[in-house]
Protein backbone atom coordinates (compact mmCIF):
# COMPACT_ATOMS: atom_id res chain seq x y z
CA UNK A 1 0.00 0.00 0.00
CA UNK A 2 2.97 1.94 0.73
CA UNK A 3 4.33 2.19 -2.72
CA UNK A 4 0.98 2.55 -4.17
CA UNK A 5 0.43 5.73 -1.95
CA UNK A 6 3.63 7.08 -3.32
CA UNK A 7 2.89 6.18 -6.98
CA UNK A 8 -0.14 8.07 -6.73
CA UNK A 9 0.97 11.01 -4.61
CA UNK A 10 3.63 11.39 -7.84
CA UNK A 11 1.21 11.64 -10.36
CA UNK A 12 -0.80 14.04 -8.50
CA UNK A 13 1.84 16.22 -7.57
CA UNK A 14 3.08 16.36 -11.66
CA UNK A 15 -0.07 16.75 -12.16
CA UNK A 16 -1.02 19.33 -10.33
CA UNK A 17 2.15 21.38 -10.93
CA UNK A 18 1.63 21.49 -14.78
CA UNK A 19 -1.61 23.10 -14.35
CA UNK A 20 -0.28 25.55 -11.82
CA UNK A 21 2.59 26.73 -13.82
CA UNK A 22 0.89 26.08 -17.43
CA UNK A 23 3.54 23.50 -18.56
CA UNK A 24 0.92 21.99 -20.62
CA UNK A 25 1.62 22.89 -24.77
CA UNK A 26 -2.26 23.34 -25.50
CA UNK A 27 -5.64 23.39 -24.25
CA UNK A 28 -6.11 19.87 -25.40
CA UNK A 29 -2.93 18.41 -22.58
CA UNK A 30 -4.89 20.81 -20.08
CA UNK A 31 -8.30 19.64 -20.72
CA UNK A 32 -7.05 16.15 -21.02
CA UNK A 33 -5.66 15.97 -17.52
CA UNK A 34 -8.52 18.11 -15.95
CA UNK A 35 -10.54 15.08 -16.90
CA UNK A 36 -8.19 12.65 -16.07
CA UNK A 37 -8.77 13.93 -12.72
CA UNK A 38 -12.12 13.52 -12.85
CA UNK A 39 -12.58 10.43 -13.76
CA UNK A 40 -10.48 9.36 -11.21
CA UNK A 41 -11.64 11.04 -8.27
CA UNK A 42 -15.31 10.25 -9.43
CA UNK A 43 -14.05 6.01 -9.62
CA UNK A 44 -13.09 6.63 -6.33
CA UNK A 45 -16.07 7.83 -5.00
CA UNK A 46 -18.43 4.90 -6.88
CA UNK A 47 -15.82 2.18 -5.67
CA UNK A 48 -16.98 3.02 -1.84
CA UNK A 49 -20.44 1.76 -2.48
CA UNK A 50 -21.88 -0.28 0.83
CA UNK A 51 -21.00 -4.30 -1.27
CA UNK A 52 -17.53 -3.34 -1.96
CA UNK A 53 -14.61 -5.43 -1.25
CA UNK A 54 -11.94 -4.52 1.10
CA UNK A 55 -9.27 -3.77 -1.01
CA UNK A 56 -11.56 -1.76 -3.09
CA UNK A 57 -12.54 0.41 -0.66
CA UNK A 58 -8.85 0.51 0.79
CA UNK A 59 -7.51 1.73 -2.58
CA UNK A 60 -10.23 4.59 -3.46
CA UNK A 61 -9.62 6.11 -0.38
CA UNK A 62 -5.81 6.08 -0.54
CA UNK A 63 -6.81 7.81 -3.99
CA UNK A 64 -8.95 10.72 -2.35
CA UNK A 65 -6.44 11.07 0.50
CA UNK A 66 -3.56 11.52 -2.08
CA UNK A 67 -5.72 13.70 -3.93
CA UNK A 68 -6.37 16.01 -0.74
CA UNK A 69 -2.81 15.88 0.19
CA UNK A 70 -1.63 17.12 -2.84
CA UNK A 71 -3.33 21.23 -1.99
CA UNK A 72 -2.33 20.97 1.44
CA UNK A 73 1.08 21.84 0.29
CA UNK A 74 2.54 25.15 0.58
CA UNK A 75 2.04 25.34 -2.49
CA UNK A 76 -1.25 24.59 -3.34
CA UNK A 77 -2.29 27.19 -0.85
CA UNK A 78 -4.83 29.69 -2.13
CA UNK A 79 -4.25 28.48 -5.72
CA UNK A 80 -7.32 28.67 -8.28
CA UNK A 81 -6.37 26.37 -11.13
CA UNK A 82 -8.06 23.35 -12.77
CA UNK A 83 -6.63 20.60 -10.18
CA UNK A 84 -8.09 22.80 -7.59
CA UNK A 85 -11.30 23.63 -8.78
CA UNK A 86 -12.26 19.66 -9.86
CA UNK A 87 -11.03 18.70 -6.30
CA UNK A 88 -13.58 20.88 -4.78
CA UNK A 89 -16.53 19.86 -6.54
CA UNK A 90 -15.55 16.18 -6.58
CA UNK A 91 -14.09 15.81 -3.20
CA UNK A 92 -14.19 19.30 -1.15
CA UNK A 93 -17.58 20.41 -1.81
CA UNK A 94 -19.46 16.75 -2.56
CA UNK A 95 -22.15 15.53 -0.90
CA UNK A 96 -21.93 12.22 -2.59
CA UNK A 97 -18.33 12.11 -1.73
CA UNK A 98 -19.20 12.45 2.01
CA UNK A 99 -22.12 10.34 2.37
CA UNK A 100 -19.47 7.64 1.23
CA UNK A 101 -17.23 8.35 3.44
CA UNK A 102 -19.13 8.15 6.13
CA UNK A 103 -20.86 4.54 5.50
CA UNK A 104 -16.78 3.68 5.47
CA UNK A 105 -15.92 5.10 8.32
CA UNK A 106 -18.66 2.44 9.94
CA UNK A 107 -17.32 -0.48 7.78
CA UNK A 108 -16.48 -3.76 10.22
CA UNK A 109 -12.48 -3.32 8.95
CA UNK A 110 -10.65 -1.18 11.97
CA UNK A 111 -8.46 0.56 9.01
CA UNK A 112 -10.83 1.18 6.87
CA UNK A 113 -13.03 3.15 9.72
CA UNK A 114 -9.68 5.06 10.71
CA UNK A 115 -9.12 5.68 6.56
CA UNK A 116 -12.57 7.42 6.45
CA UNK A 117 -12.59 9.19 9.23
CA UNK A 118 -9.05 10.76 8.51
CA UNK A 119 -10.26 11.71 5.20
CA UNK A 120 -13.38 13.19 6.12
CA UNK A 121 -11.12 14.95 9.27
CA UNK A 122 -9.65 16.61 6.25
CA UNK A 123 -12.32 18.10 4.92
CA UNK A 124 -13.70 21.63 5.27
CA UNK A 125 -16.01 22.30 8.42
CA UNK A 126 -19.25 22.04 8.46
CA UNK A 127 -19.20 18.73 6.06
CA UNK A 128 -21.28 18.89 2.55
CA UNK A 129 -24.47 17.37 3.61
CA UNK A 130 -24.50 18.22 7.48
CA UNK A 131 -24.31 21.75 7.21
CA UNK A 132 -27.44 22.19 9.83
CA UNK A 133 -28.37 21.46 13.50
CA UNK A 134 -31.06 19.59 12.05
CA UNK A 135 -28.78 17.41 9.64
CA UNK A 136 -26.28 16.83 12.46
CA UNK A 137 -28.76 15.61 14.81
CA UNK A 138 -30.00 12.97 12.62
CA UNK A 139 -26.42 11.63 12.04
CA UNK A 140 -26.18 11.82 16.24
CA UNK A 141 -29.51 10.29 16.51
CA UNK A 142 -28.76 7.34 14.50
CA UNK A 143 -24.92 7.03 16.17
CA UNK A 144 -26.20 7.32 19.54
CA UNK A 145 -28.27 3.84 18.97
CA UNK A 146 -25.57 2.34 17.55
CA UNK A 147 -23.03 3.19 20.60
CA UNK A 148 -25.71 1.42 23.06
CA UNK A 149 -25.55 -1.39 20.61
CA UNK A 150 -24.16 -4.83 22.28
CA UNK A 151 -22.09 -5.77 19.66
CA UNK A 152 -18.62 -4.27 19.85
CA UNK A 153 -18.00 -3.22 16.39
CA UNK A 154 -21.15 -1.51 16.10
CA UNK A 155 -20.23 0.73 18.96
CA UNK A 156 -16.87 0.82 17.97
CA UNK A 157 -17.42 2.25 14.43
CA UNK A 158 -20.30 4.80 15.93
CA UNK A 159 -18.32 5.90 18.26
CA UNK A 160 -15.53 6.76 16.02
CA UNK A 161 -17.76 8.65 14.26
CA UNK A 162 -19.77 10.33 16.78
CA UNK A 163 -15.96 11.59 17.70
CA UNK A 164 -15.63 13.23 13.68
CA UNK A 165 -18.82 15.25 14.93
CA UNK A 166 -16.61 16.07 17.96
CA UNK A 167 -14.02 17.37 16.50
CA UNK A 168 -15.74 19.36 13.61
CA UNK A 169 -18.57 20.80 15.12
CA UNK A 170 -17.77 21.04 18.71
CA UNK A 171 -13.65 21.66 17.99
CA UNK A 172 -13.71 23.33 14.93
CA UNK A 173 -16.98 25.16 14.60
CA UNK A 174 -17.87 25.93 18.44
CA UNK A 175 -21.18 24.12 17.66
CA UNK A 176 -22.94 22.02 21.18
CA UNK A 177 -24.85 19.15 21.47
CA UNK A 178 -26.22 16.86 23.97
CA UNK A 179 -26.91 12.97 23.87
CA UNK A 180 -29.27 12.58 26.73
CA UNK A 181 -32.21 12.68 27.37
CA UNK A 182 -32.76 13.36 23.64
CA UNK A 183 -30.39 14.26 20.84
CA UNK A 184 -30.58 18.19 20.77
CA UNK A 185 -27.49 20.80 18.89
CA UNK A 186 -27.29 23.61 19.34
CA UNK A 187 -25.78 26.25 16.71
CA UNK A 188 -23.91 29.64 17.87
CA UNK A 189 -25.52 32.83 15.76
CA UNK A 190 -21.88 33.93 16.32
CA UNK A 191 -19.04 32.01 17.18
CA UNK A 192 -18.59 34.43 20.22
CA UNK A 193 -22.13 32.93 21.11
CA UNK A 194 -20.97 30.00 22.17
CA UNK A 195 -21.45 29.43 25.60
CA UNK A 196 -18.52 27.09 26.91
CA UNK A 197 -14.81 25.74 25.96
CA UNK A 198 -15.36 23.15 23.94
CA UNK A 199 -13.24 20.72 26.18
CA UNK A 200 -16.27 21.99 28.62
CA UNK A 201 -18.54 20.84 26.13
CA UNK A 202 -17.36 17.54 25.44
CA UNK A 203 -16.86 16.58 29.25
CA UNK A 204 -20.78 17.43 29.89
CA UNK A 205 -21.30 15.49 26.68
CA UNK A 206 -19.25 12.28 27.73
CA UNK A 207 -20.17 12.68 31.90
CA UNK A 208 -24.17 12.77 31.00
CA UNK A 209 -23.67 9.80 28.69
CA UNK A 210 -22.05 7.61 30.83
CA UNK A 211 -23.88 8.60 33.71
CA UNK A 212 -27.37 7.54 31.80
CA UNK A 213 -26.21 4.53 31.52
CA UNK A 214 -25.17 3.31 34.59
CA UNK A 215 -28.14 4.90 35.66
CA UNK A 216 -30.26 2.07 33.85
CA UNK A 217 -27.78 -0.43 34.97
CA UNK A 218 -28.83 0.35 38.52
CA UNK A 219 -32.34 -0.16 37.66
CA UNK A 220 -32.73 -2.75 35.28
CA UNK A 221 -29.39 -4.82 35.13
CA UNK A 222 -30.64 -7.04 32.44
CA UNK A 223 -32.17 -4.28 30.32
CA UNK A 224 -28.76 -2.55 30.76
CA UNK A 225 -26.50 -5.49 29.45
CA UNK A 226 -29.19 -6.00 26.49
CA UNK A 227 -27.73 -2.80 25.35
CA UNK A 228 -24.02 -2.25 25.70
CA UNK A 229 -24.34 -1.55 29.47
CA UNK A 230 -21.56 1.21 29.69
CA UNK A 231 -18.90 0.07 27.00
CA UNK A 232 -20.15 1.88 23.96
CA UNK A 233 -19.97 5.78 26.32
CA UNK A 234 -17.00 4.70 27.67
CA UNK A 235 -15.46 3.78 24.36
CA UNK A 236 -16.54 7.66 23.31
CA UNK A 237 -15.36 8.61 26.00
CA UNK A 238 -11.51 6.99 25.63
CA UNK A 239 -11.81 7.93 22.03
CA UNK A 240 -12.76 11.89 22.75
CA UNK A 241 -10.68 12.23 25.88
CA UNK A 242 -7.68 11.19 23.87
CA UNK A 243 -8.46 13.87 21.28
CA UNK A 244 -8.83 16.36 23.58
CA UNK A 245 -5.44 15.51 24.79
CA UNK A 246 -4.22 16.23 21.20
CA UNK A 247 -5.80 19.05 20.67
CA UNK A 248 -4.08 20.63 23.99
CA UNK A 249 -0.67 19.70 22.79
CA UNK A 250 -1.27 20.98 19.40
CA UNK A 251 -1.70 24.18 21.19
CA UNK A 252 -5.20 24.86 20.08
CA UNK A 253 -7.36 27.16 21.64
CA UNK A 254 -9.61 24.84 23.49
CA UNK A 255 -9.45 26.16 26.59
Known amino acids: MNSLRSAISRLFDRIHFGLLRKKYIDDEHRIASEDFIKWLLKKSVLNLYPAAPYERKATAIEILSCARNVTSSPQGEGIDNGYARILSEELLQSEAATRVLLNASLDSWDR ?20 TGAELRK ?117
Open 112 to 131: LRKSAFDMLSALPSPLPGVE
Open 139 to 255: HLTWAKSMILSPMIKESDAAALQVRLWIKKYVFELKWSFTLVPEVSVSVPEKLTDAQSPPVFSLLDILNDFIEAQVQLASIDVLAACKKSLAHGPLLLARYDCFFSTTQNSLGEDTM
